[in-house]
């Protein structure tokens, strides 16, 4: 299980396909109040084996928008997260490829994603 404490999502106890696929090549850094997806210091249960499935096969190494918006379904909060904050990464960052983009964008260098309650759409922040 994982634990969402402070608004922040601990990735110790994710299994280790779903560690890499929230994880920094994604652009996903944080979450801010995850309330409308899981509710801070609630148990999250472990990805089961379709949803590690899912995420490494829509959000694997190649991308495309409609892997993504297939993964927005799966009922894992994490998935639809990566799913999320991946649609709106419209480029080609480190290790993941955006088919549709094939290059990075400018505009996002030395920006994280940030998901905050009450939002539907990530936020790219600019960290110091």
Do not use: Y
Not at 18 to 45: F, H, Y
Not at 97 to 109: C, T, V, W
Request: aromatic share 4%; with cysteine; proline share 6%.
């Amino acid at each position: 299980m994982l634990k969402v404490l402070g608004g922040r999502v601990s990735s110790s106890g994710l299994t280790p396909t779903m560690a890499r696929a929230i994880g920094s090549s994604t652009g996903i850094s944080t979450w801010k109040g995850l309330s409308r997806v899981v509710n801070c210091g609630d148990a999250i249960e472990a990805p089961t084996r379709e949803t590690r499935k899912a995420v490494w096969r829509l959000a694997g190494l190649e991308r495309t928008e409609q892997d993504l918006r297939e993964l927005r379904n799966d009922p894992h909060p994490l998935a639809r997260l990566v799913a999320a904050s991946a649609l709106a990464r419209e480029e080609t960052r480190g290790a993941h490829a955006r088919a549709e983009f094939p290059d990075p964008d400018p505009a996002l260098d030395g920006r994280h994603t940030v998901l905050s309650a009450g939002s539907e759409t990530p936020e790219f922040v600019g960290w110091l």
